[in-house]
């Protein structure tokens, strides 16, 4: 596919907006009134049934997706890198994120994110587009374009008081957020929270304008996923964001509802740089933290660590 019938794809679908779906990102449906078993759901082996092991554990896909509603899947397809790099995220767990959310009734299910190199490079080499090509109602799209982003205002912000975020975003019901585990030269580290910077225009600000970290915490507060389910299948532990540096096969995914408690857990599994961390070591994760975001210490989480 060349550029231009990318374009006349993302139009097609981006164009195509449910009337009634339009729901604004603080005021999505909350599941904390559902009583939950686990706070965190860590599966070891391989990605499709380790995912499919974490959704279960948190209580089964159609806990977040209900029959009929429009479904933002978020991955890391930002770097033209196979899976192998460990810089984005590994297309079976998307895959099996994408299957579920259909099987669960969902109307349309959309990947998406705002690739930092080439768009189609990103879509073919990650391996997303191919193995979720199959599944009818699911699109994985490359968004590179300011029209389709809307400003929202950020009530709550420290350093940011509006972001330009995906219009995609907010005028669907359901955003899984299903990041990568890898280092990050800004920010030591890159998951969930962090991840969220794919889903703005101009993430060029983040790391120029403002401390990110802050920034990072003050899109928490407006960008609200239902779910997280870190692929940790395996971890760029240096050289990230795009690689190459050193990758270790963790062989893990996590799930959890609380983001800040997925990143936190997800800075444990392996040594960063060759060192050993805590969530509270990482900046915008304690920030987000302080904010209210989520729990940071996972020795007070409920957590079921099972193999697939």
């Not at 991955?75 to 033209?80: G, H, K």
């Not at 590994?90 to 930092?116: F, N, R, W």
């Not at 975020?165 to 669907?172: A, G, N, R």
Request: hydrophobic content about 40%; charged content about 25%.
């Amino acid at each position: 596919m060349n550029r231009r019938s990318l374009e006349i794809t993302r139009r097609k679908f981006l164009k195509t907006t449910a009337a009634g779906l339009a729901l604004g990102l603080v005021s999505r449906p909350s599941f904390s009134a559902a009583k939950e078993e686990y706070d965190l759901a860590v599966i070891s082996g391989e990605p499709v049934a380790s995912t499919k092991k974490a959704l279960e554990v948190m209580g089964g896909i159609s806990r977040f997706v209900k029959k009929g509603q429009r479904v933002v899947l978020k991955p890391n397809m930002s770097f033209s890198r196979t899976p192998d790099f460990g810089a984005t995220t590994h297309p079976l767990v998307v895959v099996a994120v994408a299957q579920a959310c259909i099987e669960a009734g969902a109307s349309q299910v959309l990947v998406l994110d705002y690739t930092l190199q080439r768009p189609e490079l990103c879509l073919e080499r990650t391996g997303i587009r191919e193995a979720c090509r199959d599944i009818a109602g699911v699109h994985v799209l490359a968004i590179q374009e300011r029209k389709f982003f809307r400003e929202v205002k950020i009530p709550q912000g420290k350093v940011l008081d509006r972001v330009e975020v995906m219009k995609e975003i907010l005028d669907s019901q359901v955003l899984i957020n299903i990041p990568v585990a890898k280092s990050h030269s800004a920010t030591g580290v890159s998951m969930g929270m962090k991840g969220l910077m794919g889903l703005i225009w101009d993430r060029e600000s983040f790391h120029s304008k403002y401390n990110i970290n802050q920034a990072i915490a003050d899109l928490g507060t407006v960008i609200k996923p239902q779910l997280t389910i870190l692929d940790a299948t395996r971890s760029l532990t240096s050289g990230g964001p795009g690689g190459p540096g050193t990758v270790v096969k963790s062989n893990l995914v996590i799930a959890g509802i609380d983001p800040v408690a997925v990143d936190s857990y997800g800075v444990t599994i392996v040594p960063w740089y060759g060192q050993n961390f805590k969530g509270r070591q990482v900046e915008h994760l304690l920030i987000s933290h302080q904010r209210g975001l989520g729990k940071i210490d996972i020795d007070q989480l409920k957590i079921l660590k099972e193999k697939a």
